[in-house]
Protein backbone atom coordinates (compact mmCIF):
# COMPACT_ATOMS: atom_id res chain seq x y z
CA UNK A 1 0.00 0.00 0.00
CA UNK A 2 1.34 3.58 -0.65
CA UNK A 3 2.44 5.81 2.11
CA UNK A 4 1.53 4.78 5.64
CA UNK A 5 -1.81 3.27 5.14
CA UNK A 6 -0.29 0.07 5.01
CA UNK A 7 1.02 0.93 8.46
CA UNK A 8 -2.28 1.42 10.18
CA UNK A 9 -3.97 -1.69 8.28
CA UNK A 10 -0.78 -3.92 9.97
CA UNK A 11 -0.92 -2.29 13.46
CA UNK A 12 -5.01 -3.16 12.90
CA UNK A 13 -4.15 -6.78 11.62
CA UNK A 14 -1.77 -7.44 14.64
CA UNK A 15 -3.17 -5.97 17.25
CA UNK A 16 -4.22 -8.86 19.85
CA UNK A 17 -7.89 -9.49 20.75
CA UNK A 18 -7.60 -8.64 24.17
CA UNK A 19 -7.35 -5.05 23.64
CA UNK A 20 -10.57 -5.25 21.87
CA UNK A 21 -14.20 -4.24 23.57
CA UNK A 22 -16.06 -7.17 23.92
CA UNK A 23 -18.62 -7.93 21.50
CA UNK A 24 -16.15 -5.96 18.64
CA UNK A 25 -14.62 -7.41 15.66
CA UNK A 26 -11.51 -5.48 14.12
CA UNK A 27 -12.53 -8.24 10.56
CA UNK A 28 -15.04 -4.99 10.26
CA UNK A 29 -12.90 -2.51 10.68
CA UNK A 30 -10.08 -4.29 8.16
CA UNK A 31 -12.62 -5.26 5.62
CA UNK A 32 -15.50 -2.65 5.81
CA UNK A 33 -18.76 -3.66 4.18
CA UNK A 34 -20.93 -0.75 3.16
CA UNK A 35 -24.91 -1.16 3.80
CA UNK A 36 -27.71 -2.49 1.27
CA UNK A 37 -27.92 1.28 0.59
CA UNK A 38 -24.43 2.19 0.58
CA UNK A 39 -24.93 4.03 -3.10
CA UNK A 40 -27.37 6.07 -1.67
CA UNK A 41 -25.50 7.55 0.65
CA UNK A 42 -22.95 10.96 -0.04
CA UNK A 43 -19.47 9.73 1.92
CA UNK A 44 -17.65 12.89 1.04
CA UNK A 45 -16.69 15.41 3.52
CA UNK A 46 -18.80 18.03 4.04
CA UNK A 47 -18.10 21.65 2.98
CA UNK A 48 -16.16 23.71 4.50
CA UNK A 49 -18.46 25.69 7.36
CA UNK A 50 -19.22 29.50 6.62
CA UNK A 51 -18.19 31.46 9.35
CA UNK A 52 -20.38 31.63 12.20
CA UNK A 53 -22.79 34.30 12.68
CA UNK A 54 -22.63 35.42 16.13
CA UNK A 55 -25.98 37.31 16.71
CA UNK A 56 -26.78 38.07 20.76
CA UNK A 57 -29.99 37.15 21.83
CA UNK A 58 -31.91 38.41 24.86
CA UNK A 59 -34.89 37.38 26.65
CA UNK A 60 -37.05 38.82 29.93
CA UNK A 61 -35.39 38.63 33.59
CA UNK A 62 -36.60 35.36 34.51
CA UNK A 63 -37.47 36.49 38.28
CA UNK A 64 -39.99 39.83 39.67
CA UNK A 65 -43.72 40.11 39.60
CA UNK A 66 -44.72 38.07 36.77
CA UNK A 67 -42.26 35.16 36.93
CA UNK A 68 -44.47 33.02 39.00
CA UNK A 69 -47.76 33.88 36.62
CA UNK A 70 -45.81 33.66 33.31
CA UNK A 71 -44.10 30.75 33.12
CA UNK A 72 -44.03 31.11 29.38
CA UNK A 73 -41.60 33.51 28.95
CA UNK A 74 -38.54 31.49 28.48
CA UNK A 75 -40.46 30.45 25.09
CA UNK A 76 -39.30 34.00 23.53
CA UNK A 77 -36.31 35.48 22.61
CA UNK A 78 -35.40 38.74 20.26
CA UNK A 79 -31.63 40.38 18.61
CA UNK A 80 -33.16 43.61 19.57
CA UNK A 81 -32.27 44.80 22.85
CA UNK A 82 -34.40 46.25 25.39
CA UNK A 83 -37.76 44.89 22.84
CA UNK A 84 -40.80 44.17 24.85
CA UNK A 85 -41.71 40.51 25.82
CA UNK A 86 -44.70 39.31 24.14
CA UNK A 87 -45.83 37.67 27.37
CA UNK A 88 -44.76 39.75 30.25
CA UNK A 89 -44.52 42.99 28.25
CA UNK A 90 -41.02 43.42 30.56
CA UNK A 91 -37.79 44.70 28.56
CA UNK A 92 -35.89 41.63 27.25
CA UNK A 93 -32.08 42.90 28.36
CA UNK A 94 -30.65 39.34 29.88
CA UNK A 95 -28.59 37.94 26.93
CA UNK A 96 -28.54 34.48 26.35
CA UNK A 97 -25.61 31.93 25.97
CA UNK A 98 -25.31 30.92 23.15
CA UNK A 99 -23.73 27.29 22.99
CA UNK A 100 -21.85 25.82 19.65
CA UNK A 101 -22.47 22.57 18.15
CA UNK A 102 -19.05 21.82 18.52
CA UNK A 103 -19.38 22.33 22.21
CA UNK A 104 -22.76 20.26 22.13
CA UNK A 105 -20.84 17.30 20.48
CA UNK A 106 -18.30 17.86 22.90
CA UNK A 107 -20.70 17.34 26.15
CA UNK A 108 -22.26 14.60 23.97
CA UNK A 109 -19.43 13.06 23.49
CA UNK A 110 -18.03 13.30 26.89
CA UNK A 111 -16.75 9.72 28.18
CA UNK A 112 -18.44 8.51 31.55
CA UNK A 113 -15.74 8.82 34.24
CA UNK A 114 -15.24 5.10 35.43
CA UNK A 115 -16.58 3.49 32.34
CA UNK A 116 -17.48 3.91 28.74
CA UNK A 117 -19.88 5.13 25.97
CA UNK A 118 -21.33 1.89 24.09
CA UNK A 119 -20.42 1.92 20.64
CA UNK A 120 -17.67 4.65 21.06
CA UNK A 121 -15.03 2.98 19.84
CA UNK A 122 -13.22 -0.91 19.39
CA UNK A 123 -10.77 -0.90 21.86
CA UNK A 124 -10.37 -0.72 25.50
CA UNK A 125 -10.31 2.81 27.02
CA UNK A 126 -7.95 2.26 29.87
CA UNK A 127 -5.03 1.51 27.55
CA UNK A 128 -2.78 3.78 25.88
CA UNK A 129 -1.13 3.59 22.31
CA UNK A 130 1.70 5.02 20.87
CA UNK A 131 1.28 6.52 17.60
CA UNK A 132 4.55 6.52 15.69
CA UNK A 133 5.68 8.80 12.38
CA UNK A 134 4.13 6.27 10.27
CA UNK A 135 0.46 5.65 11.51
CA UNK A 136 1.86 2.55 12.97
CA UNK A 137 -0.12 1.94 16.84
CA UNK A 138 0.51 -0.21 19.35
CA UNK A 139 -0.19 -0.24 22.92
CA UNK A 140 2.15 1.49 25.34
CA UNK A 141 3.67 0.02 27.72
CA UNK A 142 7.18 0.40 30.01
CA UNK A 143 9.07 -2.26 27.14
CA UNK A 144 7.65 -1.09 24.08
CA UNK A 145 9.21 2.30 25.16
CA UNK A 146 12.46 1.15 26.66
CA UNK A 147 12.73 -0.31 22.68
CA UNK A 148 11.25 2.07 21.08
CA UNK A 149 14.02 4.36 22.67
CA UNK A 150 16.69 2.03 22.07
CA UNK A 151 15.73 1.56 18.48
CA UNK A 152 15.92 5.64 17.85
CA UNK A 153 19.28 5.49 19.42
CA UNK A 154 17.81 7.94 22.29
CA UNK A 155 20.60 7.80 25.02
CA UNK A 156 19.59 11.35 27.08
CA UNK A 157 15.80 11.34 27.65
CA UNK A 158 16.10 14.80 28.58
CA UNK A 159 16.48 15.78 24.73
CA UNK A 160 13.09 14.68 24.36
CA UNK A 161 9.86 16.62 24.45
CA UNK A 162 6.33 16.57 24.55
CA UNK A 163 4.20 18.18 21.90
CA UNK A 164 0.81 18.77 22.31
CA UNK A 165 -1.43 19.21 18.99
CA UNK A 166 -4.97 20.43 18.00
CA UNK A 167 -6.58 18.37 15.42
CA UNK A 168 -9.46 19.82 13.42
CA UNK A 169 -10.74 19.22 10.16
CA UNK A 170 -7.99 20.93 7.80
CA UNK A 171 -5.24 19.13 10.04
CA UNK A 172 -8.06 15.94 9.36
CA UNK A 173 -7.43 16.30 5.53
CA UNK A 174 -3.75 17.03 5.95
CA UNK A 175 -3.40 13.58 7.32
CA UNK A 176 -5.28 12.13 5.06
CA UNK A 177 -3.53 13.41 2.10
CA UNK A 178 0.11 12.53 3.57
CA UNK A 179 -1.27 9.74 4.49
CA UNK A 180 -1.36 8.35 0.69
CA UNK A 181 1.83 10.06 0.22
CA UNK A 182 4.94 9.76 3.06
CA UNK A 183 6.20 7.42 5.40
CA UNK A 184 6.85 10.81 7.84
CA UNK A 185 3.01 11.72 8.01
CA UNK A 186 3.33 13.46 11.80
CA UNK A 187 6.09 14.78 11.22
CA UNK A 188 4.86 16.08 7.84
CA UNK A 189 1.85 17.62 9.08
CA UNK A 190 2.83 18.90 12.51
CA UNK A 191 6.61 20.20 12.64
CA UNK A 192 6.72 21.23 8.81
Known amino acids: MVGSIG ?35 NFLLPAAPSP ?26 TDAYGGSCPCCKRQMMTEMKRVDYGELLAISNKEVVGGEQEGASYVKGVITYTVMDDLSVMPM ?52
Open 7 to 41: SIYSSLESLDLTYMKPNRDKKTLLNPKGGQNSQDH
Open 52 to 77: PKHNRYFRCHPSGEYSSSYGSCSMYF
Open 141 to 192: STISTISMLNKFGVKNVNLLKEENVSLGLDKALKLLKASFESKTVLTDVFLN
